[in-house]
């Protein structure tokens, strides 16, 4: 059974870190591309970031310089560090695996930006 499980999310104020975690198992998770997305509250889920499992990432224009996406294949883990945190970045933030016709997705995780 595969499962991707995504923890540390919380409420922070503005210029504020968070680290997000994704615990993944079930797969051989360093053949696997990884991404992060969120969906903030009225808007459609959007592309953060993405790491090949050789470690080169991309990041989404809104995030870029801010955050950084990084994983453990021996551990079978992703983060997402989350610095300079903005009231925009309030959103869930989900963890996707996919690897040719396989994809998975985590429950997401609960990021608030606020004062």
Known sequence: QVQLV????????PGGSLRLSCAASGITFSI????????????????????????????????????????DNARNML????NSLKPEDTAVYYCNGRRRDSEYWGQGTQVTVSS
């Open 32 to 71: 696997y591309l990884m991404k992060w997305y969120r969906q903030g509250p009225g808007k459609q889920r959007e592309l953060v970031a993405v790491i090949t499992g050789d470690g080169y990432t991309n990041y989404a224009d809104a995030v870029k310089g801010r955050f950084t996406i990084s994983r």
């Open 79 to 82: 983060y997402l560090q989350m």
């Open 6 to 13: 995504e923890s540390g999310g919380g409420l922070v104020q």
